[in-house]
């Protein structure tokens, strides 16, 4: 009891003398305690002597206690960053995992988003002239599939048509060269070319249950596809028919405070999600025409199925295309020799050095304009997570995202109350 006395007398002296401190007092007057003063302490014979006082505890406004004063600042930091990093972690990893899990859904949703916003100004147009707005949606749905389904239907045929010319000219290919490898610097035997395909035909034995693993896959795989397509054309219809109301009814989930700022950022989201798709798809036609022009003028085979895979491939940006623009390469180079396919090759370096310079940053402008290393890196990981279908995504969903934060970062005064945004709301 005599010590709790004693720091608090002691906890009174250090609080007087910031009191004189602060009033102006002389700084003269003693400030040590004096021998015979009066005080809890001093009452009582034969009381020993007090210990020294610690000195006073003076705390930064982040420090709780003084075993915190104990630890250097600067790994406190490094402390408050490391345990909100570990969390946001933990909740990225979760959130992945989750994206895994239901990727069957979440994909054809993604897809289908897609899809509205590259139809919703032709269902503006329908409504303008007085449709209903299901039978709109409806027409629009069916136009859309008809004109992909047209397109489908003509690259099959004509690959059909021109293979077995295509599988010749391969056979020729593959004996042009082991002529080169039996007369060439390598002088490869015959023994020795009868070894490699005996060992390639092991292999493949070796292998087969891979191969029927793999082939097992893929069934799956194909039923996995039919139940997005069937999910990507409902919902589809709904996002174009009813996208207002779906929106205007997650914005007022949200605190009325939050509203206008979701509510603007989704809204400006949407423009770019539009915007970039638009976009993308015009992008894509340039690019397959101009590939597909000069495989005309040289008579390459399949040159309207490798146009439309080169459309096809503009959609997955920077790598899509020059990928599909290999293949073009690799079938002029069986079908007429390595100096058409050299020309072929140049035509589509060309087009993509137009695509990159000059299409890119005139037709998306600064609405979608993203930096190369993120689309790269973000490509990489949708790939690995989601393959081809997350790298198809992955670029509008960068963009979607980098909208939103900006807009939701923006110190902006709303021009509207809350609930009359909301009301007001034209995003899907």
Known sequence: MRGRLRRAYESGRVSARADRAGSGKPSGESDVASPSAPGPASSGAGAAPSPAAEPPFAPHPSIISQDDADVPHALRIAAAWSWRLIAIGIVAWALLRIIGTVRIVIIPLAIALLLSALLAPAVGWLLKARFPRSLATGVVLVGGLAAVVGTLTLVVNEFIDGLPQLSDKASQGVRQIQTWLKTGPLHVSDNQLNHYIDEVQTWISGNSRTVTTSALSATATLAEVLTGVVLVLFATF??????????????????????????????????????????????????????????????????????????????????????????????????????????????????????????????????????????????????????IAGAVVAVPLIAVLNTAVRRLAARTVPDTPPDAVVVASQAP
Do not use: C
């Not at 007022?252 to 939050?258: M, N, Q, S």
């Not at 036609?285 to 309207?304: E, K, M, Q, S, T």
């Not at 490798?306 to 295309?321: C, K, W």
């Open 238 to 387: 709904f996002f174009l028919r009813d996208g207002n109301k779906i929106w205007r009814f997650l914005v007022r989930l949200l605190p009325v405070a939050a509203r206008w700022k979701v509510d603007d950022a989704g809204r400006a989201s949407w423009a770019t999600l539009g915007a970039y798709v638009r976009a993308t798809v015009l992008v894509a036609f340039i690019d397959a025409v101009g590939i597909g022009i000069f495989l005309v003028i040289f008579h390459i085979p399949f040159a309207f199925p490798l146009a439309a895979l080169v459309f096809l491939g503009a959609f997955i940006p920077i790598v899509g295309a020059a990928l599909s623009g290999v293949v073009a390469v690799l079938v002029a180079l069986v079908d007429s020799g390595p100096v058409t396919a050299l020309i072929i090759l140049g035509a589509v370096i060309a087009v993509q050095q137009v695509e990159g310079h000059v299409l890119q940053p005139l037709i998306m402008g600064r609405a979608v304009a993203i930096h190369p290393l993120a689309v790269i890196i973000g490509i990489a990981a949708a790939v690995i997570l989601a393959g």
